[in-house]
């Protein structure tokens, strides 16, 4: 049987596993280029103040904020996974919303009001990302 320290140490690895939110988020910032964040969360329609309570972890970003945030930098669906992973959010297969948050990433639908009008359309019109 592997000891607690062997164990920790084969699961900390992996940086993408085992960074935070925020961590994972600036490493995803530094990787698209931005470099203002002003430019993402004014594009999300985030407040400055959430934003800045957020990455200092002061508060938990809400899905909807973590989707505004992946649409708007044109993230892979692997990278949204991770990143609503590491906020304590997940798009299950057996979720027709998440589904639809998939297919729109999947598919370089990244502009908001699209993604909104896919939800609509498909009976989410009470769950829209605004």
Known sequence: METLQEFIKKHSVNKEKTSSFVEYLYSLINKYGFDNPADIYNKANISRQLWSSIVSEKSHPSLNVCLK??????????????????????????????????????????????????????????????
């Not at 044109?74 to 949204?80: D, F, R, Y």
């Not at 027709?96 to 297919?103: G, P, S, T």
């Not at 908001?112 to 939800?119: G, R, S, T, Y």
């Open 69 to 130: 945030i992946a649409l708007v930098m044109h993230v892979t669906n692997h990278e949204c996974k991770y990143m609503l992973k590491k906020a304590g959010y997940t798009l299950a297969s057996s979720n027709k919303f998440a589904l639809i948050i998939r297919y729109a990433i999947e598919n370089k639908i990244y502009d908001i009001d699209e993604v909104n009008d896919l939800l609509e359309k498909n009976g989410f019109a009470d769950s829209l990302i605004i």
